[in-house]
């Protein structure tokens, strides 16, 4: 089975040297499935090596966001866990699902993605996650008034790991969120935007 190893589109009927339909990526990933070779030996050596698209396309961004709210649907099973391992893996997951916006307006020229990241009730407060953490304080600004400040405030423990988030504005609007409530929101917040705009994740 051949693959494009930058967005997991299958190359089968694709012939060699044209590039991937979904991405524009040149290369090309065969998949051998291990019962077959133990069939003719008992020794089943590989190696390889996987190369990727220098445009990095956004599917690539898109995985990264998914492997993230994966393994925070997988601490929320946890029984008991370090409170600063689960507090950056939110903050992580937050930060890829905002970046995504401008990797969607870079490489699918797409500039909707950020007015749409700053629209979106859940997208929004993603965003306002994202910049808190990377300032610290967020200040009231000409072309942002009213910014959210958002952040965990408490990790629980006990039958099943949960991190809350608290925000507020400066106007006076506050609340607060489940880590991943408001994870699973986003994830489906964007892929409204991909059916919006006809994009293939």
């Known amino acids: 089975m051949m693959n494009c190893p930058d967005c997991g589109t299958s190359l089968d009927e694709t012939p060699v040297g044209q590039p991937c339909p979904t991405c524009g990526g ?10 077959a070779a133990l069939g003719a030996t008992c020794t ?28 925070l649907q997988a601490t929320y099973q946890q029984s008991d866990l370090n ?40 997208l929004k407060l993603c965003d306002g996650m994202t910049q808190t953490t990377k300032h610290h304080t967020r200040k009231s600004r000409n072309r942002n008034p009213d910014p959210i400040t958002v952040r965990i405030a408490r990790v629980h423990g006990g039958q099943g790991v949960r991190a809350e988030i608290e925000w507020s504005t400066p106007s006076g609007s506050t609340g607060t969120e489940d880590a991943l409530d408001l994870a699973q929101r986003c994830r489906t917040a964007w892929e409204r935007f991909f059916q919006l705009h006809g994009l293939t994740p």
């Open 26 to 35: 040149e290369r090309r990933n065969a998949v051998v499935y291990a019962e």
């Open 83 to 122: 409170n600063e391992v689960v507090r950056r893996q939110v903050e992580g997951f937050f930060k890829d699902c905002c970046e995504l916006a401008d990797w969607l307006q870079e490489q699918a020229s797409k500039p909707q993605a950020m007015s749409y990241l700053k629209s979106d009730p859940a």
């Open 44 to 71: 089943f050596n590989a190696s390889a090596s996987i190369g990727y698209n220098p445009q990095r396309p956004w599917q690539q961004k898109w995985r990264d966001v998914i492997s993230g709210l994966h393994a």
